[in-house]
């Protein structure tokens, strides 16, 4: 069992370096491998790591052929407005995911395959399931929720090809610090909206927790999806007040004025974060223990408490002045 | 101006010195105690401003009797005040535990299914105007496990809502009630109430998290034989509550015009015999309509003690 080979895409992102460190402490891993298009955000002591961009297909292709993995975790996933335009998130999923599943596929020793999602697959169309389970329908109503639905046929059909198991890890909003998340950067503003008169619960994950989840899932060779989401959930006026914010109750065509606004002064808002402003998003984590063996540590309201608490900027004085 | 334990002793006459030592240290010993006491009970009545200022002027009446009387009028004056002390404390004590599980509640936050625990409490509390509820048979549900607790409903009476918020306060855990609408408006304040979509998947999930859901049946009439009779029940919930392994328990609600009103809640419904089909669903949907009709016949019609129990109408889900 041990001695497994694990290469991870999207190494070089806070969640991606953070399951590639938890990862190099597993007593089942034995070489690890990332690849991403920026560099690790942390140091990490045994993972090789390759700067691969997305369009550089043949060296993706050969670069995890040569690795020949055991496991795969593909968390190189672009939540749109996050590091890049929603275009430009979407174009850059779907080609890391044709690559590096499609490299996978031509390794024999392949065993497991680790998928990242997001509970935006389930969709907030009128009459969806407040808190679907991993059974319920997908039924994506935002780009990003349709480009994961994608991503997840993709690697289903990687997975019955080939003969291997693939596991799917549906993460809420992932928050923590350096996380780029448009919803924290909107939680984060001054004055931050919320709808009016719904205000609906949304609940979302810290980063230490969807990381966990990634690595229990590559233990247990995860064979079907997972929610992973913390406990409890709060509005975004909740949010706001408890983060000492203004909030400012948006109704109908305000929201495209906020979107506006709210791109300016550099927290853009796209779909699906304004759908779960809306429409509220909440999944149903009962599953996480039994199929992962970990349940979230931190609760909703505490991410939320966690990501007010972070100093905006950070200022260090040169230690010698020289201008 | 205060009379010190060690110094009075030696002032008392006595033929025996060593009674007066023993006495010297049974006074110190009482005294020190009952100072304990008084102390603990000033402490805690401190954080209760009207009984605060009871238990300081029983506190400072135990010490002006010291000073008058003596070290043993002191400390019996202090044992009173020690004792009113402790009976404050006793009485806070139990406020506090009273009030425990509405303090305890998380604020600036709502629960895994949107359910905000604050604006419920304060639902609750204006429910009561409209409302007097008295439940029974709640004894018979489970302390942890889920459950599925069906009501009739007439048309208007809200029976659903004021079902669980009653069941809610009788166990002391969160009810949730099947039947919100999916829209901005009255959708979300019935999802931060504890509200359900009517969709078995929802239900389901619900039951699966062991939670106590109550839904209605179909509504009937507001008058006459209709308001007395119930409507069918929902199988495909109930085939939620199947799949699930969840027990389901019929309940009998009743209110009038008056705030009178009564949740009536049966044993468990026993499960119809292992059917492969939705059979199963059905069969015990009709069951648990019979016993709900069943237990309205024993709760019988609610008197307002007004002229309104003359009417041949029976309002807004009286029986």
Not at chain 1, 52 to 73: C, G, K, N, Q, Y
Not at chain 2, 223 to 240: F, K, L
């Amino acid at each position: 069992m041990a001695g497994k080979r694990v290469f991870v895409s999207g190494v070089g992102g806070e969640l991606g370096s953070t399951v590639a460190a938890l990862l190099e402490d597993e007593p089942w891993v034995g070489t690890i491998a990332g690849i991403d298009a920026n560099p690790p955000r942390r140091r990490l002591a045994r993972t090789t790591y390759h700067r691969i961009h997305p369009d550089e297909h043949d060296r993706i292709v050969s670069t995890v052929i040569d690795f020949a993995p055991h496991v795969l975790v593909h968390i190189g996933v672009w939540e749109p407005h996050s590091r890049a335009n929603p275009a430009d998130a979407a174009m850059l999923t779907d080609r890391a995911t044709t690559s590096i599943l499609g490299a996978a596929a031509e390794c024999s020793s392949l065993e497991n395959v680790i998928v990242r999602s997001g509970t935006e697959v389930y969709g907030r169309a009128r009459g969806a399931l407040s808190r679907p389970s991993e059974t319920a329908p997908l039924r994506p109503t935002s780009q990003y929720g349709r480009t994961l639905v994608a991503l997840e046929r993709t690697a289903a059909d990687v997975g019955a090809r080939v003969g291997v198991t693939v596991g799917v890890v549906r993460v809420a909003s992932v928050i923590g610090p350096h996380v780029p998340s448009p919803l924290g950067r909107v939680l984060r503003l001054p004055a931050v909206p919320f709808a009016f008169p719904a205000d609906p619960p949304l609940s979302v994950v810290h980063q230490s927790d969807a990381a966990s989840a990634f690595v229990a899932a590559a233990s247990v060779g995860l064979s079907e999806p997972v929610n992973v989401v913390a406990s409890e959930a709060i509005t975004a006026s909740q949010a706001a007040r408890r983060g000492r914010r203004i909030p400012i109750p948006v109704a109908g065509p305000g929201w495209a004025v906020t979107r506006a606004l709210t791109h300016l002064v550099g927290a853009p808002i796209p779909d699906h974060v304004s759908e779960a402003f809306t429409r509220g998003r909440l999944a149903d984590n009962g599953r996480m223990r039994e199929l992962l063996g970990i349940t979230p540590q931190r609760t909703t309201p505490e991410v939320i408490d966690d990501l007010h608490s972070w100093p905006s900027i950070v200022r260090q004085p040169a230690r010698k002045q020289v201008a | 101006m205060t009379a010190t334990p060690s110094a009075t002793p030696s002032a008392v006459p006595s033929a025996s010195g060593g009674d007066v030592v023993s006495i010297d240290r049974l006074l110190r010993r009482d005294t020190d105690a009952a100072a304990d006491v008084v102390s603990t009970v000033s402490d805690s009545v401190a954080r209760v401003p009207l009984v605060g200022s009871l238990g300081r002027t029983v506190s400072s009446a135990g010490a002006a009797a010291g000073d008058r009387g003596g070290d043993l009028v002191r400390s019996v004056g202090n044992a009173l005040g020690a004792a009113a002390g402790t009976a404050v404390d006793v009485t806070t004590a139990g406020v506090r535990a009273a009030t425990a599980r509405l303090t305890d509640e998380p604020t600036g936050a709502l629960d895994d299914w949107g359910r905000d625990p604050v604006l419920v409490r304060n639902t609750m509390l204006l429910a009561q105007l409209r409302w007097d509820v008295t439940t029974g048979g709640d004894q018979v549900l489970p302390k942890r496990r889920g459950a599925l607790i069906v009501v009739n409903s007439p048309r208007w009476a809200l029976a659903p809502l004021f079902a669980s918020f009653a069941i809610s306060e009788a166990v002391d855990r969160p009810v949730r009630f099947v039947g919100r609408p999916d829209d901005p408006l009255l959708g979300s304040l019935a999802r931060r109430l504890g509200g359900l979509l009517d969709h078995p998947d929802e239900v389901a999930g619900a039951l699966a998290a062991d939670e106590l859901v109550v839904m209605g049946t179909e509504r009937t009439g507001l008058v006459g034989a209709s308001a007395r009779r119930v409507g069918p029940v929902d199988h495909t919930v109930i085939g939620a509550a199947l799949a699930t392994g969840t027990r389901v328990y019929p309940a009998a609600t009743s209110s009038g015009p008056s705030r009178r009103s009564r949740v009536e809640i049966g044993p468990a419904t026993r499960r119809p015999r292992t059917r492969r089909g939705p059979l199963a669903e059905l069969e015990l949907a009709d069951r648990v309509r019979n016993e709900i009709s069943d237990l309205l016949d024993e709760l019988g019609d609610i008197a307002t003690g007004t002229p309104l129990d003359w009417l041949p109408i029976v309002t807004l889900g009286s029986r």
